[in-house]
T-cell receptor, first 112, second 119 residues
Framework: QQQVKQSPQSLIVQKGGISIINCAYE??????FPWYQQFPGKGPALLIA?????SEKKEGRFTISFNKSAKQFSLHIMDSQPGDSATYFC???????????FGKGTKLTVNP | GAVVSQHPSWVICKSGTSVKIECRSL??????MFWYRQFPKQSLMLMAT?????????EQGVEKDKFLINHASLTLSTLTVTSAHPEDSSFYIC???????????????FGPGTRLTVL
C-alpha cells in the first residue's frame, strides 16, 4: 500500500513535443502529490504539486492531471525543451507523518 | 527563498571512519527534516525523519546506531555515518519541511545532496 508506480522508466521526445509521465498509487491516505525534477548530481526540485480535491493544475508548460477514482495522476510537459532533460519523480505524501513515497523515476530526454 | 544547503557536497573517506553531513535551511525554519539516500539511477529512499529537539524516527531496516541524526536547531540537522564501509557509499539528500507560513505551508525543500564514497 506504500507504493507509487511510475511509468515509463525512460522517455525520448522531440523538441516541441509533449512529454507525459504517469503515476498510480494505492495508499488512500496520501493527501498531496508533488512532482520533482532532478538533474544529475543534484537534489530534487519541486516542479508542481496537486491536492486530491483538484482534477488538474497548470503552471506554465507543466500540467498535472489527477484522477482520484482511478488513483492515477500524470505530468504533462508541453512544448518540451532540451533543458527539460532530467529525471522526474512523482510522489505521494502520507497525511499526518508527511513522509514522501517516491516513484522510481522517469528519465526524460528531449532531442533538439 | 526556501533554500536548503548541504555540506560537504562530496566526501571521500577510508573504511572505518565517521563522516558528518550537515543540512541547513537558509531562509526558513524547519522543525522537521528528512534524510534520504539514493543509489545511482534509483529513486530516493527515506532513511529517517528528524525533529528538532527530539530523537529521530528511523525507517525499517535503517540502523540507527550507524546513521546518527541530530537536529539541534530549527535550521540545522546533521547525519553522521559511523564506521563507514564501502556499501555506505551513496548520494545522501536531506529535505526540510517549512513550518507553517503564508507561502510554504508543509512543502518539503531538498538540499543539493552529498556524494559519499567510502574506500
Amino acid at each position: 500500500q506504500q507504493q507509487v508506480k511510475q511509468s515509463p522508466q525512460s522517455l525520448i521526445v522531440q523538441k516541441g513535443g509533449i512529454s507525459i509521465i504517469n503515476c498510480a498509487y494505492e495508499n488512500t491516505a496520501f493527501d498531496y502529490f508533488p512532482w520533482y525534477q532532478q538533474f544529475p548530481g543534484k537534489g530534487p526540485a519541486l516542479l508542481i504539486a496537486i491536492r486530491p480535491d483538484v482534477s488538474e493544475k497548470k503552471e506554465g508548460r507543466f500540467t498535472i492531471s489527477f484522477n482520484k477514482s482511478a488513483k492515477q495522476f500524470s505530468l504533462h510537459i508541453m512544448d518540451s525543451q532540451p533543458g527539460d532533460s532530467a529525471t522526474y519523480f512523482c510522489a505521494g505524501r502520507q497525511g499526518g507523518s508527511e513522509k514522501l513515497v517516491f516513484g522510481k523515476g522517469t528519465k526524460l530526454t528531449v532531442n533538439p | 527563498g526556501a533554500v536548503v544547503s548541504q555540506h560537504p557536497s562530496w566526501v571521500i573517506c577510508k573504511s572505518g571512519t565517521s563522516v558528518k553531513i550537515e543540512c541547513r535551511s537558509l531562509d526558513f525554519q524547519a522543525t522537521t527534516m528528512f534524510w534520504y539516500r539514493q543509489f545511482p539511477k534509483q529513486s530516493l529512499m527515506l532513511m529517517a525523519t528528524s525533529n528538532e529537539g527530539s530523537k529521530a524516527t528511523y525507517e525499517q531496516g535503517v540502523e540507527k546506531d550507524k546513521f546518527l541524526i541530530n537536529h539541534a536547531s530549527l535550521t540545522l540537522s546533521t547525519l553522521t555515518v559511523t564506521s563507514a564501509h564501502p556499501e555506505d557509499s551513496s548520494f545522501y539528500i536531506c529535505s526540510a519541511r517549512a513550518d507553517r507560513g503564508p507561502s510554504y505551508y508543509n512543502e518539503q525543500f531538498f538540499g543539493p545532496g552529498t556524494r559519499l564514497t567510502v574506500l
